[in-house]
């Protein structure tokens, strides 16, 4: 976990550092009452200061568990994120409907190992609950895209 | 009061509304991987059109489910549905192993029962008086509430306290974008339409524990969970009423209290109790073999904290742990705002939820001793068909919130945050709490300095200050003195 609280610690640090820099653009306080840029510079200091912590400390540290991120069900993970990217924009360009199908369909052809009817099946009455549900009793329109 | 409480509780829908919750919960809680958090998140957006009561109730409805459902999997399976029924696992497992798995079930649903029942009556007795008493809190005292709320939440939610401050303040960055309320400035918003009303928490929270949550099971996706326990004679034996009432009590009311701290969820308060039973009984080497107290203790002390989690988000606006902070969500939806006064302006609704917190724990029990049998098949629901649907639901729950894409890019951009700090052993809580705390914290800490013409003294100018702060030096220096202790223990072994 070393490296791990390592990268925590900087990508930490660097945020907090961007937020005070973006604070100081905003008005100052006057006569001893904190203006906006009072709260955010305060919390950033307190993150900027436990940043530090976590990076001395694991650098400091002989843990000798490591950070795991590159096995073959870690891929799947990413993979899956890279999925669910391309459904939030299939979902905004061509349509809730068919992009939740294609998005269900995709997975369960990944993950299971069920037959083209199930997969096609199982995907369309899911498909078609949640946009009953939602969009008859809970009155959300899905109004976006070139289809439905 | 209690009568249009009554009113309000008794009708048809909304008693099926708790019923359904409860059910739903158990299904969730029993599916290893889906937490309470995250199935009271997925339901959250199903509740945005209903009445407060109706909503509110359903959400506990599948808060107490879960949490009791969590047992059905630790005790059959080994495998904790929710973190909160890990102690249970210890015990139930080997009970199950002995042939005993519908003796085993039965004791965890009467405790967890009785221990649910046991915070019901703490949240009806405690939480009027405290609601009375927060209603002498100004500006200050409600600064170092949240200040307390904050550093207690940092230093309890996982094993680094520099690791809860860094998401605990993250949710504090976070909850600064918008205009400021005070005076007018816009902040971190880069010039995004979007950002202009603020980053809205229920987005964050879908995305942090229900989208990060559906992403670890994928880890696991191809592993398969079969139930070979015989599931016969539910209904706890004469022989087993002592333990169970026992430890219903005491360790109810101990979950509660645990349940009461900002943070400090039923995970912690099952193995506080767990630990407690052990220490007290009798026969300490017995546990770990599958005994009725080491099943007892931590299910009626994880049911316990369901009650006492609501105490201080009801009462001060301070969520106890994270379903609870789902729940203030919940109900800044239907526009009610926790804290001392929604007992004055809203106090039928208040009573509402205390008597369908009851309601909720009988139907737990009702169903749990009768429809084990059906629960247990939950687990044989293919994770391959339900970590998809889940997917789904994320991206259905954000956008359905305000109608806006943004939010689901919100949503998803967290849940891959969440996915990452889990990873490196980092709990999402506080970074919720700290967005729910935060805006609390910031906007009493001007208006004091605005009051005060800018004397810091202010904090300190009444016994309840002064009380806060006390509190707040014990919450951080603790943990500090224990790491150190832990250290020079290590060190010398």
């Given amino acids: ?26 008005p100052p306080s006057k006569n001893g009452v904190p203006g906006p840029s009072t709260w955010p510079i305060a919390i950033s200091l307190i993150m900027l200061l436990a940043a530090m912590t976590v990076l001395i400390n694991a650098i400091k540290s002989t843990d000798e568990e490591s950070l795991i991120l590159n096995t073959i069900d870690h891929y799947r993970v990413y993979i899956s994120m890279g999925i669910l990217i391309l459904y939030l924009l299939g979902m905004y ?42 969009t008859k009793i809970l009155h959300v329109p899905f109004r976006f895209g070139i289809l439905f | 009061m209690i009568q249009e409480a009554l009113l309000i509780v008794m009708q048809p829908l909304v008693l099926l509304n708790i019923l359904l919750g409860v059910a739903g919960g158990i299904c969730i809680g029993c599916l290893p991987g889906l937490t309470a958090t995250m199935g009271v998140a997925l339901v959250l957006p199903l509740t945005f059109g209903m009445s407060a009561a109706n909503s509110i109730l359903l959400l506990i409805g599948v808060y107490v489910g879960a949490i009791y459902g969590g047992s059905i999997s630790a005790i059959l399976l080994n495998t904790p549905g929710t973190p909160a029924s890990a102690a ?4 139930g497992y080997k009970m199950a192993s002995r042939g005993e798995a519908g003796r085993a079930l039965g004791i965890s649903t009467s ?29 200050p005292e409600f600064f170092m509430l949240a200040v307390f709320g904050l550093c207690i939440i940092t230093s309890i939610s996982g094993k680094s306290m520099a690791k809860g401050i860094l998401v605990g303040t993250l949710g504090i960055l976070i909850a600064t974008v918008g205009i400021d309320s005070i005076t007018g400035t816009m902040r971190f918003t880069f ?117 006492g989690a609501l105490i201080p988000m009801l ?11 789902i729940m203030i969500g919940a109900l800044t939806v239907q526009g009610l705002q926790p804290g001392p006064l929604l007992f004055q302006n809203n106090g039928p609704i208040v009573y509402a939820i205390f008597i369908g917190m009851f309601i909720a724990n009988i139907f737990m029990f009702i169903l749990g001793i009768n429809s084990l049998r059906l629960f247990a098949k939950v687990l044989s629901i293919p994770k391959q068909i339900l970590i ?54 910031e906007s009493h800490f001007r208006r004091s300095l605005l009051m005060s013409n800018g004397d810091v003294s202010t904090f300190l100018s009444t016994g309840i200050c002064w009380f806060f702060f006390v509190l707040i030096i014990i919450s951080l220096v603790i943990p500090a003195l224990r790491t150190i202790m832990s250290n020079k223990a290590r060190k010398t072994v």
């Avoid at chain 2, 700090?421 to 700290?434: C, F, H, M, R, T």
Wanted: charge should be positive; aromatic fraction near 12%; glycine fraction near 10%.
């Fill in chain 2, 388 to 441: 998809p649907i889940i997917f789904l639901l994320c991206f259905v729950g954000s956008y359905a919130l305000n109608n806006n894409i943004f939010d689901v890019i919100i949503m998803l951009a967290f849940g891959i945050l969440g996915y990452f700090l889990n990873k490196v052993n980092i709990s999402s809580s506080p970074a919720v709490l700290g967005l729910i705390l935060g805006p609390m914290a």
């Fill in chain 2, 315 to 325: 009462t001060l606006g301070v969520p106890g742990d994270a379903v609870a902070a």
């Fill in chain 1, 93 to 134: 360009y061509i349509g809730f409907c068919v992009a939740s199908f294609f998005m269900l369909y995709a997975f369960f052809t990944w993950f299971g190992e069920y037959k083209l009817i199930k997969r096609i099946l199982i995907a369309t009455i899911i498909v078609a609950i949640v946009f009953f549900l939602f």
């Fill in chain 2, 111 to 139: 405790s967890s029962f009785i221990g649910g029942i046991v915070s019901c009556v703490y949240l009806l007795l405690v939480s009027p008086q405290l609601a009375k008493f927060a209603l002498k809190f100004s500006s």
């Fill in chain 2, 88 to 91: 249970t696992a210890l015990d």
């Fill in chain 2, 191 to 307: 010039k995004n339409m979007n950002l202009l009303s603020g980053v809205n928490y229920i987005p964050v929270m879908i995305g942090l524990f229900a989208m990060s949550q559906a992403f670890i099971s994928v880890e696991e996706i191809k592993q398969k969970s079969v139930v070979n326990q015989k599931i016969d004679h539910v209904f706890p034996k004469r022989e087993d009423w002592g333990v169970i009432i026992k430890s219903g009590l005491g360790f109810g009311s101990l979950g509660t209290l645990v349940g009461c701290i900002p943070g400090a969820g039923a995970d912690i308060a099952a193995f506080i109790s767990y630990g407690q039973a052990k220490n007290l009984s009798k026969t300490p080497e017995k546990f770990g073999t599958g005994i009725p107290e080491a099943i007892a203790a931590p299910e009626a002390a994880n049911n316990g904290v369901t009650g």
């Fill in chain 1, 1 to 26: 976990m070393k490296k791990g609280n390592i990268i925590t610690g900087i990508l930490f640090s660097i945020f907090s550092i961007f937020v005070i820099l973006m604070s100081l653009q905003l």
